[in-house]
């Protein structure tokens, strides 16, 4: 039973992150990475536009103040790591603004992105 609902939470993860990835298309985003993985951790979606950089936390639960919760501090450190790796992986892209934001997807209503969602500190160089 426990196989069947990691299935059922990976299929709504993959669907969320989906639906989140077009919303930034429709906005202009271009997305670069979609769940980037490294030893630090995972980034559902890394989009850019402009000079803005944008590592996307996507969250999927029944209401967007449970998504909005759902990102601990401990996961926005393990957001804060992964992003490093990935600039790393690809320096010519830090030279961007890099911003944290989060999508939030509930059913039966378009993600909201909340651009910006959270401040970690440390400016593009320190990661």
């Given at each position: 039973?426990?196989?069947?609902n ?6 709504a ?20 990475a ?16 402009g000079?803005?950089?944008?590592i ?15 990102v601990?501090?401990a ?8 992003a ?26 378009w ?14 160089g320190?990661l």
């Amino acid at each position: 039973m426990r196989k069947t609902n990691r299935k059922r939470a990976e299929r709504a993860g993959r669907w969320a992150e989906t639906l989140a990835a077009a919303s930034l298309t429709l906005r202009g985003w271009r997305i670069l990475a979609r769940r980037f993985r490294c030893p630090a951790g995972e980034l559902d979606l890394v989009a850019k536009r402009g000079n803005v950089l944008a590592i996307v936390e996507v969250k999927a639960r029944r209401t967007h103040d449970a998504a909005a919760w759902a990102v601990t501090p401990a996961s926005r450190l393990r957001l804060r790591r992964a992003a490093s790796a990935y600039l790393a992986r690809n320096p010519d892209l830090a030279r961007l603004a890099l911003r944290f934001d989060a999508m939030l997807v509930t059913p039966w209503s378009w993600p909201r992105h909340l651009a910006g969602a959270w401040d970690d500190g440390a400016a593009p160089g320190d990661l």
